[in-house]
């Protein structure tokens, strides 16, 4: 098995999505068979090739740098769980 | 008067033009096949009155003569498209009730040529499934059913809402995005016509994003004339979407001449895997038959990369979707958790996500960040996108010599609900989908005919990177010679 425990919570960690302990074992055996599955790419031989970043051949656009929306704090705000005087709420992260 | 919600948006638009009913009497036909419709529970949310409201609009630009083909057309469309004040979800409980202060463009498009919204259509969660088992609104049912058989089945994923809204006569044409096949497979399955445009054609902007260089919004059609004009109005060149191509929108429905005289239609020999329906084979041959006797020329030819597609997609797909699902942080918008005295940020985050999203999503993200990692990045993700590279050279080798490919869309008709709980078996679903995202390629699925326990079977053709009118028009002669009729029974 190619993810063990450990590294389901590792990973779980920096996805940031809390994991029981009972769910630990079913993770690590799922990503396992996926994980063992796509181990067929290895037979590939990809020397030489350029990975392909595009699904499309093309140049990203440039436009002006020029301010084309804004002034919607409240639109911003409208859909937040905690929005307080105009700000996002969030728990004290600094002491 | 014959039944207004089984006509095709080119007769609505000619009687609706010619008087024969108004847009409102044709909404309120629709209106009233939804609100009977909830044993399929293809809505996640139903907009009547609104529906009504651009009726009325529509009749007043009909009646002044300013009418865009689409004009009084309702519509169904995908929960992953974000509705101006109407909810959307993408099918997440991390997007509780998330109403968006703005339009996706392609629903604007729709909308500014005058269609009418019936309402938001179930989804699997973030588009990640193929069965829309993965909704948290439970799953679609297909209208179809196996002759004799009351068993539910799935109208494909993972846009299942908008094919089995429209095979039930629940709208007129429905939006649907296809990341690996989530618009060709559920068309497939329910005898739909559903197209995939080339990656860029149609606007991202306002579609919740799943793994962005793959995916494409596209519709669900009776036919392929109807797909033209919705891709007609779906389409367009965006300056909120920098990879929206500069390329000006044809005429599409122009494109159907139905001549297919010279053109060179390839069958890739490996898209022949164990484990296909023998009656799936033969609508492939009977297929290529068809344009032959059209007068085009059928071409063996080699993709040999395909069977790494998927493979490869496991990993590009979800790296994409560890990459943009990590914004859902019970902060800006959706869902947070409720937290424990002397929880911090971390926490928040933690558990929003942990109850925010579903299994399938959480072993997608688990998986893009595993590959994207570091130490593992040049192994997998690098590797991946360099076997993208060898699966996109296959095509472009291919059409030097074609024109267009045919192949199956599935290995198979719809499967019953609950069928398939592994992972793996779901993702095989898109084996014959899954390239066509890969190279950034158009593709359509048409309805062939029934398997012998009476369920639809389509197939695919696939074009050249923006040649959605030379492969509109093939699939267009397809049609024609394939005369699907059928419809499913209504038991609902």
Same mark, same amino acid.
């Given at each position: 098995m190619s993810v063990d425990a450990d590294t389901v919570r590792k990973v779980a960690k920096l996805a940031r999505i809390a994991v029981e302990d009972h769910e630990v074992e079913p993770f690590a055996k799922e990503l396992s068979g996926i994980l063992d599955w796509v181990e067929q790419l290895q037979e590939v031989d990809v020397t030489g090739i350029e990975p392909m970043t595009s699904a499309v051949?093309?140049?990203? /656009? *440039? *436009?002006?740098?020029?301010?084309?929306?804004?002034?919607?704090?409240?639109?911003?705000?409208?859909?937040?769980?905690?929005? *307080?005087?105009?700000?996002?709420?969030?728990? /004290?992260?600094?002491e | 008067m014959t039944d207004l919600t089984s006509l095709t948006i080119a007769d609505a638009r000619y009687k609706l033009r010619a008087k024969e009913f108004s847009a409102v009497e044709l909404a309120e036909a629709f209106v009233g096949n939804v609100a009977e419709g909830d044993a399929l529970n293809a809505w996640c949310e139903k907009t009547p009155d609104l529906a009504r409201e651009q009726a009325q609009a529509a009749d007043a630009r009909l009646a002044a003569g300013d009418a865009p083909s689409l004009c009084g057309i309702p519509l169904g469309i995908k929960d992953l498209f974000c509705t101006n004040g109407i909810r959307s979800q993408a099918g997440s409980n991390i997007l509780e009730d998330f109403r968006p202060p703005y339009e996706s463009t392609v629903t604007a498009n729709l909308w500014a040529d005058g269609a009418v919204m019936l309402g938001k259509l179930s989804m699997d969660e973030f588009a990640m499934g193929s069965s829309n088992e993965t909704a948290c609104y439970g799953p679609v049912v297909n209208p179809w059913r196996r002759e004799g058989d009351e068993t539910k089945l799935t109208p494909g994923g993972s846009s299942g809402g908008s094919s089995a809204a429209l095979a039930a006569n629940m709208a007129m044409a429905t939006t649907g995005t296809d990341t690996g096949g989530s618009i060709r497979q559920p068309a497939a399955f329910t005898g739909t016509v559903g197209l995939k445009p080339t990656w860029g054609r149609v606007s991202r902007w306002g579609i919740v994003a799943f793994a962005s260089s793959l995916d494409q919004a596209g519709p669900f059609t009776r036919t392929v004339r109807d797909a033209a004009i919705m891709l007609q109005s779906m389409a367009s060149v965006d300056e909120k979407d920098s990879t929206s191509a500069?390329?000006?929108?044809?005429?599409?429905?122009?494109?159907?001449?139905?001549?297919?005289?010279?053109?060179?239609?390839?069958?890739?020999?490996?898209y022949t895997v164990d484990g296909m329906s023998a009656e799936i084979t033969k609508f492939w041959e009977e297929g290529a038959e068809h344009l032959r006797a059209q007068g085009a020329e059928i071409v063996e030819i080699s993709l040999p990369h395909t069977k790494y597609a998927l493979p490869a997609y496991y990993i590009v797909s979800p790296a994409e979707c560890s990459s943009n699902l990590a914004r859902y942080d019970g902060v800006r918008y959706g869902k947070r958790a409720r937290l424990s005295q002397g929880d911090g940020i971390t926490e928040l985050y933690e558990k929003t996500r942990a109850e925010g999203f579903g299994d399938e999503v959480k072993r997608r993200i688990m998986i893009g960040t595993y590959v994207l990692s570091a130490g593992y990045y040049d192994a997998y993700y690098t590797r991946a996108q360099k076997v993208r590279r060898l699966i996109n050279r296959d095509f472009e080798q291919a059409f030097e010599k074609v024109d267009a490919i045919l192949t199956p869309t599935t290995p198979s008709p719809a499967f019953g609900l609950g069928e398939k709980s592994d992972p793996l078996e779901m993702y095989l679903q898109d084996i014959f989908t899954v390239t066509v995202n890969m190279a950034g390629l158009p593709g359509i699925s048409v309805p062939a005919g029934l398997s012998s326990d009476g369920l639809p079977l389509g197939l695919q053709l696939i074009g050249k990177a923006f040649g959605e009118e030379d492969l509109l028009n093939t699939a267009y002669a397809l049609e024609s010679a394939l005369d699907f009729t059928a419809k499913p029974e209504k038991w609902w």
């Open positions: 051949p093309m140049r990203l /656009k *440039r *436009r002006e740098d020029v301010v084309t929306d804004g002034n919607r704090r409240e639109d911003i705000l409208t859909n937040a769980p905690d929005a *307080r005087e105009g700000f996002f709420a969030v728990p /004290k992260v600094v | 500069d390329i000006p929108v044809p005429d599409y429905e122009a494109a159907l001449t139905g001549d297919v005289k010279g053109k060179r239609i390839g069958i890739p020999k490996e």
